[in-house]
């Protein structure tokens, strides 16, 4: 268990809202509470690891938020993490990120936007309930379409992660609805249930 910190672990397909959510916890919860709000991410080290390595030998830029970039490093990035996980039995990540989190020292809420692993005996979603609570996110394609897994980690784990969650989120893709869609009533709703959540209300 981490001391005086409350991790809220937000789960989903790639493209799901997984950053969207976050952003938009951070804007609509100071409006309940005063606690502070970090966002970190397991592959935040990931990412750091194999900057170097795309942007002189392919010119990507690993930090980039254009979607079709993302789609051609996402392979290079999922292969380099899955050798990671290996060698650690899936620890290697969760790892790096407590030692993050212990190094801040006041009480505060920790959003991690990327949890993908119930992989191993311990994984990224085994650590998230043990110091917190797991959201999952769904997106809708509009009209009837649901986001689907853009590789087998996903496809394997993504089941698991819903079974496995506290609070489930399912969110219309705002680009193919034509009607007007508010994410931030759907946090606001979110962040109800947590102010309810009996865990939740121990640690505050």
């Known amino acids: 268990m981490l001391d005086s910190k409350f991790i809220l672990g937000i789960s989903g397909l790639s493209r799901s809202g997984k950053d969207t959510f976050c952003t938009l916890f951070t804007e ?6 005063s606690i502070p709000i970090y966002i970190d991410a ?23 938020q254009d979607t079709e970039e993302k789609k051609k490093i996402r392979d290079f990035l999922t292969i380099w993490a899955d050798m990671r996980r290996k060698s650690t039995n899936g620890l290697y990540f969760i790892n790096l990120l407590k030692d993050r989190i212990n190094k801040i020292k006041e009480k505060s809420i ?15 979603a085994h650590f998230i309930k043990e110091n917190g609570l797991l959201i999952h996110i769904e997106k809708i394609i509009y009209p009837n379409s649901i986001l689907q897994p853009p590789n087998k980690f996903e496809r394997e784990n993504d089941p698991k992660l819903i079974s496995m969650s506290d609070y489930k989120l399912i969110w219309v893709d705002k680009k193919t609805c034509p009607y007007q869609v508010n994410l931030g009533e759907d946090v606001k709703k979110i962040i109800y249930k947590l102010m309810e959540n009996e865990q939740f209300n121990k640690f505050t």
């Open 28 to 33: 609509e919860f100071p409006k309940f509470s």
């Open 42 to 64: 397991l592959a935040k080290p990931l990412k750091e690891e194999v900057q170097d390595i795309l942007l002189k030998n392919f010119n990507y830029d690993v930090w980039t």
């Open 110 to 124: 920790i959003l991690v936007s990327d949890v993908r692993f119930a992989e191993y005996e311990y994984d990224e």
